[in-house]
């Protein structure tokens, strides 16, 4: 009994496990990828855009189509990427309500946004973004977005 009391003793003084501590400098990190790929959009730069997106990444747009079915539609990131370049116009999603959770490799940043093609509103919803940790950083492994043009709120432009 009397050894026991110091391997309690010791126990109680090890840092917890590392999935325990609160990540440091990943939280900054993960929102600093998803403000590069809109700042990115912003500029038409799809250079900038795939170095933040995992090869496999994709976008699921999740939603009723314009029939007013359910439904997901799957798009691969390269395509994604070449929409976005191949624009015509401004493109500014901007965000708001920003929440991101981590833990150890993957992390899930979710938001509201408003979507503006030359400064007209386009559309709103919710993007859901998830993320691993890779040995050259944090990437973007899948985005899913909700989209809707009714009962948005609309924020100021980022200055």
């Not at 003084?13 to 993960?30: I, K, M, S, Y």
């Not at 999740?62 to 539609?73: D, H």
């Not at 116009?89 to 503006?116: G, M, N, P």
Request: charged share 25%; hydrophobic share 45%.
């Amino acid at each position: 009994m009397k050894h026991i009391f110091p391997i309690i003793a010791l126990i109680v003084t090890l840092p917890p496990p590392a999935f325990a501590q609160e990540p440091r400098g990943d939280v900054a990190a993960v929102q600093q990828v998803v403000m590069e790929l809109f700042d990115a959009m912003r500029t038409g730069d799809t250079a900038a855009m795939g170095a933040l997106f995992h090869s496999s990444a994709r976008l699921m747009r999740v939603g009723r189509n314009r029939a007013g079915e359910y439904g997901v539609t799957v798009t691969p990131i390269e395509r994604f990427i070449a929409m976005v370049g191949g624009a015509n116009a401004y493109l500014d999603e901007r965000i708001w309500d920003v929440e991101i959770r981590i833990d150890e490799d993957l992390a899930t940043v979710w938001t509201k946004y408003a979507f503006f093609a030359n400064e007209e509103f386009s559309h709103c919803g919710v993007d859901a973004f998830q993320l691993a940790r890779l040995s050259d950083g944090w990437k973007i492994i899948q985005i899913s977005d909700t989209q809707r043009r009714d009962g948005c709120e609309i924020p100021p432009a980022r200055d």
